[in-house]
């Protein structure tokens, strides 16, 4: 089973920036495509951004322009850069596969965003 952590989250003023990972232990999920969701409180899932194995990135209107979504094969880690963030972003961040694998949710890492 894929274990998924992921870091950087934090308390940011509108118009800020964070960087978020993710790191996978145990069965490394590299040949996958990854991706990176958030939830904010009252709402459902919503998928941010997907990234394949070679790097084609897709990404929910909401973030085009702001957020990317990158990896390092190598280190089993993906990241999310977040620029021009929005309080409408604040919500808590998991990685996973796309689609998600049930077994393969993180903690999450909350992202809360002031105006």
Do not use: H
Not at 19 to 30: E, K, T, Y
Not at 72 to 100: G, H
């Amino acid at each position: 089973q894929v274990q998924l952590s992921e870091f950087g989250g934090g308390l940011v003023q509108a118009g800020g920036s964070l960087v978020l990972s993710c790191a996978a232990s145990g069965s490394s999920p590299s040949i996958r495509t990854m991706a990176w969701y958030r939830q904010a409180p009252g709402k459902q899932r919503e998928l941010v951004a997907t990234i394949t194995r070679g790097g084609v990135t897709i990404y929910v209107d909401s973030v085009k322009g702001r957020f990317t979504i990158s990896r390092d094969n190598a280190k089993n880690t993906v990241y999310l850069q977040m620029n021009s963030l929005k309080p409408e972003d604040t919500a808590l961040y998991c990685c996973n596969t796309a689609p998600p694998g049930d077994g393969f949710w993180g903690q999450g890492t909350q992202v809360t965003v002031s105006s």
